[in-house]
């Protein structure tokens, strides 16, 4: 029996939910106001990709790395929305001011890099190192035969599996991991809800399940297993550091495997499948968990602006109000055709800070670069631009305030901090003070893999 499916899938962020359709993805989160801001782009349908994003078992590997990717990606775009115009640390400003680089761009490097060093050691090396630990340990010949080679590699397996368990419990038991766990149930919640025919509202999606048989859980259980069953066909080599190169030229047969599974399966409802999928349905229970009406909320506007961007390919895209380096601020100013003096005043104006302190200016906001512009160009006056300079601070310092009563009623109630204004008029609201990602910055989005998880 085949089971209905949506081609959408996502990624719960920090404060907020990733959707990704066949067209368009779209991240919605709630900043410290408590209002809902969008971030949404067009992507290039995987039918008009090259061969190779659609050919089976290679379409995984491809899947696989630009998940990563993106995903990486979209985790430092939500940050920096929740950090809101929250002052740079000295670090921040040292860094962006001596190497003329935007800090942002080097921290979402950096954790690529981490990233991938922490899963090859945690899942490739330590499983190898545990192993041989215990040959070792029992004096056991490895290589007497062809099936005490495949025992051993099939007890690496294991091994991994487990490590792989023991990790995802311990990250689960940290606060600030719960929340994006929470932010999970509810993108969960949300897809099954439209999948059940249902009409998309908070109520109806919290009826829901937060498992999900496309979860990105699921397919990382179902990567473990076919990497023993593959693995364990490789040999058993004495040299540890042989052994390893292997089994790192095989993650993407692994991954591309992987995914065939993952499809199939998710397109069949019965006993059998249900069998099969139980193990990695079961470790969803670890990441994820029941979210409040906010977060639903929240995964609901993400996958509506999906849905309409789908259907409506002329519909614009939003850009979350993020920080610009001052330096590409300037250079939009310069271009307008002002002096470099000139640039400095409009920038001090719009920050609304003496000139003395320009040079401890290290970002500014998007919306700010905007009026900033505007004001180069004669659009708006200088008195105009101090005025709305004295609104955005005094906004940004109450945004200060309730991210302190947030943190401080996250730590002595362990929840979220739920706004009084939410719903859809928050979204619209928010959805007015986004801006089109037609800037340079909006243009290095990740537009490759589908549509699933």
Known sequence: MRKKSVGIGGQAVIEGVMMRGK????????????????????????????????APFLRGV?????????????????????????????????FAKTFKVDVFSVIMAISVIIGVALSVGLFFFLPQLITTGLIKLFKINAQANVGVQIAMNLLEGFIRMLIFIAYIALTSAMKDIKRVYMYHGAEHKTISCYEHDLELTVENAQKMTTVHDRC????????????????????????????????LALIPVVSGVSYEVLKFLAKFDNPFVRALKAPGLLLQKLTTRQPDDSMVEVAITAFKTVLAMDENPDLPELKFDTKLLKRKVEEQLLQTGVTKERAKEIICKGMGVPEEEYDHISHIKHSRCLLMVSAAKGEISDEELCLKAAELNAKAEEA????AEAIKLRE?????????????????????ENVSSESEDGKDADKDGDSDK
């Open 23 to 54: 067209r368009s993805m779209a991240t919605a989160v709630r900043d410290e106001n408590g209002n809902i801001v969008v971030e949404s782009q067009y992507l290039k349908p995987v039918e008009e990709k090259s061969f190779l994003f659609r």
């Open 62 to 94: 491809f899947n696989f790395f630009g998940t990563m990717v993106s995903g990486v990606r979209t985790l430092m775009r939500s940050g920096e929305v929740f950090d809101g115009e929250q002052e740079p640390s000295k670090a921040e400003k040292w």
């Open 216 to 247: 990105g859980t699921t397919f990382m259980f179902i990567t473990m297993v076919v990497s023993v069953l593959i693995f364990s066909l490789t040999g058993w080599s004495g040299q540890m550091w042989v052994r390893f190169l292997i089994r």
């Open 400 to 403: 200060r305030k309730a991210n």
């Open 412 to 432: 002595e109630e362990g929840f979220v901090l739920k706004s009084d204004n939410i719903g859809d008029k928050d979204s619209q609201k928010s959805g007015e």
